[in-house]
């Protein structure tokens, strides 16, 4: 361990290198890298871990979410995915958790001769990426998934696409930031002048746009936990994805039972669970697997994705502001996202040099969009780092 | 008030005249009914009011709820509803509580061709036993509630089924039969051996089977609560019953914006909330009465209710046993049937004389299904009471 021992007792006296805003899975993430290379390292968030990633699926998905007009996205995603496997020995290393990471891949199917369709033209992109996409005859994708309802017309094999469970996520970056020194300090932070460090990192999701002005919005996502009957393994190992009568739905199954159904993409920041989201979410993951109506129904919520203009996340320095570091707008990607978003922030504070990868998320691709709150009271009275930030390279 | 006051404590060295054994909704109002007699009560149950009526709508439908076949069942249950209107006063004198009583009726509905064919087959039969159903042109039915979709082919109202909220009754129930005098204990009791009274009722729901060997078996219901959206109250007035491409289902608007949307009837035991029942009740909720789809989605709930053989309550005493008599079985009823089954329980402790309308209930119809556990140990060491019980008249 490269980081402030626990039993040194951090001196809050000492002015901190880096105070991270928000500890979720990005936030925390972030600061486990800049403890582990012997930063001292404050996160403020009252309540870590409740933001979009309580409820998030945990899919590491670059190929079956490369979409059309998002190549430098579908980069980033790669890029990352590619850090999980040695991401989470590490993780696991550090913390002693188990994160329930898996690596079976990602079914994705089509319920109709239309949905398929819509299915096969996604794919053909796909390919076209060079991505490792494989289409399935009838039997193939049966002797894959016999669960699959007969009525599936026909399905894909992404077997680079894994997942992680979201909930063992969060604790286990939790305690290895804790691990190597980061400290954690319950407290909301309405205004960046409330924060005292040499550099401060934005990691707060939706809670970034009051924070920085930066185009972020709440994407409100109702999600299913399921749980197989008697304590079973649900019946199928793949993550599946798919349309059903042209609704999108995913279907991620854990080795303790639970299959997490998901999800609605809605612009709207309330977090209500209603009626008509959970019938269609039910609706069309008993359409592809019909097992699942034996399963109990053990939670529904909603949570709000950090969205942004461009459905990319919003990763460097605040314009104007080169102390201040965003990492955020992860929308639907937090997870997949957070090694990459980790390792390139922390090479950032600790060298002031941006990885080219980070040049197409810089936040001031959004400038002149929106009003500028650092420049409420307060702002102009923060120290401007001795070190400069080179902000593209 | 004729019971005794709270501000008497009861003498718990003298024996009490009756001990009820469930603290649901028949329990209570029959310790409610014999208290406020001048009987001394004692009510055992470790969690009052949490059997069957905590997951009930608490529809009063004795029209609706006319089946082919079940005669006597529905003349009971004519015979409570018409005793409601009083017993909703005089309970709300006693208890000052609100009950959410609704007498706005209950609109009956067929969604599809088959549906309506099915539901007139019904409304004939009721209509046949000269109760108040009448069946309404399309436009008549839009007029009572413009909120039913554009796809349900047509209904029929029943003006006297009414509504009461069983989470509100259950409390007024146990304020009214406290105040009476009654005193709660709040201790499961496995055997009729300990408990002594001169009377003891066993209105245990489901528990019954256990303490009289009676054939009383769980039926599961799992069922919904939505709420209307910004605290509005819901859009319809009427409860409406209905059967959705063949499923049976109800709604029942409250005025605080709550819908009740049941139910299962399912043979099995456990609670558990399944995603089949869900999608199944929601599909037809929302094919009905397309803004349920707006509605927050508040509550998944699986309940027991007490069957019986014959689909009819157990009311009277327990064959070889004088001193015990039972109220239970009351399956899908037990709100609508809580009145008269109170004033007739508490007339047969008071009198010792059974109404006639209780014969077709008697215990003893089940003669010879079951063995009997009250000859278990001491059931033996049990007195008689000294006055004798008629069980027919």
Redesign the interface.
């Given at each position: 361990m490269t980081g402030r021992s626990p039993s040194t007792p951090f001196d809050d006296r000492v002015r901190p290198d880096v105070a991270v805003v928000g500890a979720g899975p990005i936030g925390l993430a972030i600061a486990w890298r800049c403890a582990s290379r012997g930063l001292r390292v404050v996160v403020h968030d009252p309540a870590p871990g409740s933001g979009a990633s309580a409820v998030a699926a945990g899919m590491l998905s670059p190929v079956a979410e490369a979409y059309f007009g998002e190549r430098q996205l579908t980069g980033l995603l790669l890029a990352s995915a590619a850090r999980w496997p040695a991401f989470a020995d590490e993780l696991t290393e550090a913390s002693g958790a188990e994160l329930g990471y898996r690596t079976e891949g990602t079914l994705m199917v089509g319920l109709t001769g239309d949905d398929l369709a819509e299915a096969r033209r996604l794919w053909a992109y796909q390919q076209g990426l060079d991505l490792p996409v494989t289409p399935l005859r009838p039997t193939e994708l049966r002797d894959r998934e016999p669960a699959l309802a007969p009525r599936v017309r026909g399905g894909a094999l992404a077997p680079t696409d894994h997942q992680v469970d979201p909930r063992l996520l969060v604790p286990a970056l939790r305690t290895a930031a804790q691990r190597a020194g980061a400290v954690l300090v319950p407290q909301a932070v309405r205004h960046l002048s409330e924060v005292d460090a040499r550099v401060t990192v934005v990691a707060a999701g939706c809670g970034a746009a009051a924070l920085t002005g930066l185009p972020v919005r709440p994407v409100k996502g109702q999600i299913?936990r399921?749980r197989a009957?008697g304590g079973a393994a649900p019946g199928f190992r793949h993550v599946i994805r798919g349309y059903a009568d042209g609704e999108p739905v995913y279907l991620v199954p854990r080795a303790d039972g639970e299959v997490v159904l998901g999800a609605t993409v809605e612009e709207r920041s309330d977090t209500?669970?209603?009626?008509?989201a959970?019938?269609r979410l039910?609706?069309a993951?008993?359409d592809l697997l019909p097992e699942?109506?034996?399963?109990?129904?053990?939670e529904?919520v909603a949570g709000l994705r950090p969205g942004t203009p461009d459905n990319a996340p919003i990763l460097g320095p605040l314009p104007g502001r080169p102390d201040v570091l965003t990492a955020t707008g992860h929308h639907r990607h937090g997870i997949v996202l957070t090694p990459v978003t980790a390792d390139l922030i922390a090479d950032l504070v600790t060298t002031g040099v941006a990885d080219p990868l980070l040049t197409p998320f810089r936040p001031d691709r959004f400038a002149g969009t929106a009003p500028d709150p650092t420049a409420a009271p307060g702002a102009a009275d923060l120290d401007v780092p001795d070190h400069t930030l080179e902000e593209d390279s």
């Open positions: 299913l399921l009957p209500t669970v209603t009626a008509g959970v019938l039910l609706r993951g008993v699942l109506a034996e399963y109990d129904l053990v529904a």
